[in-house]
């Protein structure tokens, strides 16, 4: 074994480079098709990020932010939504509020989100937790991951349908055809917990406030019961 081949060796985990992304490193390789493929398992200790933001418009807040948006949520084979995020709770409520901007642009229960904060391993990169920045820069990215992994379920489900994409509706976790409300399918049931390896030229027209109705809605904060007991410790606090 050469030199040369030792190295490749050594560095076979490590994500493509910046001028091919993973999408494209596995379709030349045969490996992707036009559905959904497993890449790894959930757990292991990998950037879930396709490529990188280059043009970006807050500087470094959002320039290393993956566009993939297999990094910011996942879908279980029982209906369950994972939401992933780097950014951190301190009582400020992102525990609750990004759930819900997941949900209201996913069109899944709010109740079917949990969440992920801060987990280096498995959450996509941020630039950090400070300057009330969560809502108007990750909330952004977060609804535009949404939004695209909506729009590719409802390609999947016109699939399975044998319909126009413009007949699939989505609703609580669920894609239907509006001509034939009988045929539906559960966002789990079209991804089977896999990563979803298909993506959208353009991300689709995010909702309109007056089409919300899980943002802007009371909900008890999920951590409510730690922070009335003083149980809750934030980083905040050191």
Known sequence: MSPKDTEDKSHNDSPPSQGVNRREFLRRLGITGGGIVVFSP??????????????S????LSANVPTDFNAFLRISADNRVTCLTGKIEMGQGVITSLPQMLAEELDVPYESVDIILGDTDLCPWDAGTFGSLTTPYFGTFLREAAAEAKGVLKELAAERFNCPVSQVKTKDGTAFNKKNPSAKVS????????????????????????QFTIVGTPRLSRDVEDKVTGRAKYAGDI
């Open 187 to 210: 966002y789990g049931e079209l991804t089977q917990g896999k990563i979803i390896e298909r993506h959208l030229d353009e991300i689709p027209l995010l909702k309109k406030p007056d």
């Open 42 to 55: 959930f757990g292991t200790k990998t950037s879930w990020a396709q490529r990188r933001r280059t043009h």
């Open 57 to 60: 418009r807050s500087g470094f």
